[in-house]
């Protein structure tokens, strides 16, 4: 249950974030060769900008990682200048199987 009988809020400290897959490594190339701001940037100032380590943003380019959390792939998308669903795949918690996108109708 979310909330006690005072009214206070108990959290779970067993969630895990949301994770989200790179949906192409080369998509993530492609994307960093001109960025919204019609400039490029490099994987160095990549992880600069978002705060995240320079082997994770070259492992997702090659394709030897896959998944990270949310925080960073919005933080990615951000500097990219891209919707975070432009780039990354939202993953479900248990199995880390791929969610369908959903077509409006």
């Given at each position: 249950m979310d909330t006690s009988s005072s009214g206070e809020n108990v959290s779970n400290e067993n969630t895990s974030p949301t994770m989200y897959a790179v949906a192409s490594g080369d998509r993530l190339k492609v994307l960093m060769e001109r960025t919204g701001t019609g400039r490029s940037i490099s994987s160095r100032r990549l992880a600069e900008a978002t705060g995240i380590a320079h082997g994770t943003i070259g492992a997702l380019m090659a394709g030897t990682q896959?998944?990270?959390?949310?925080?960073?792939?919005?933080?990615i998308a951000s500097v990219l200048g891209v919707d975070l669903l432009v780039l990354f795949v939202p993953m479900?918690?248990?199995?880390?199987?791929?969610i369908p996108l959903q077509v409006a109708v």
């Open positions: 896959r998944t990270i959390p949310e925080d960073k792939a919005k933080a479900e918690r248990a199995g880390r199987a791929c």
